[in-house]
Nanobody, 124 residues
Framework: QVQLVESGGGLVQAGGSLRLSCAASGRRFNSYTMGWFRQAPGKEREFVTAIRWSDNNVRYADSVKGRFTISRDNAKNSVYLQMDSLKPEDTAVYYC?????????????????WGQGTQVTVSS
């Protein structure tokens, strides 16, 4: 059984930074793509970034390029989202997701497993 557990959310002022973590368990993720999505109040869930575990290839949403960085740690079976220069519009619940097969997709429907989410609030 695959489990994804996010942590690291919180309240931060605009311009600040947060680092989210996603601890993955239940299988080897060598052939997986790991993604971060977010959902703001009253809005649909949207793609933020994804990383292909096998070759470290990444994709970012235009809204976070240059500010957010996704990375992974093989030894800890974890994925991280470093968020810098945060803006109030980044406020959302952030979800970690995993997709079997190494397709670096932005489509949430193609992800197989999801974490419970962690709240990020950016004050102005």
């Amino acid at each position: 059984q695959v489990q994804l557990v996010e942590s690291g959310g919180g309240l931060v002022q605009a311009g600040g930074s947060l680092r989210l973590s996603c601890a993955a368990s239940g299988r080897r993720f060598n052939s997986y793509t790991m993604g971060w999505f977010r959902q703001a109040p009253g809005k649909e869930r949207e793609f933020v970034t994804a990383i292909r575990w096998s070759d470290n290839n990444v994709r970012y949403a235009d809204s976070v390029k240059g500010r957010f960085t996704i990375s992974r740690d093989n030894a800890k079976n974890s994925v991280y989202l470093q968020m810098d220069s945060l803006k109030p519009e980044d406020t959302a619940v952030y979800y970690c997701a995993a997709k079997s097969l190494s397709l670096l997709t932005t489509n949430e429907k193609q992800y197989d497993y999801w974490g419970q989410g962690t709240q990020v609030t950016v004050s102005s």
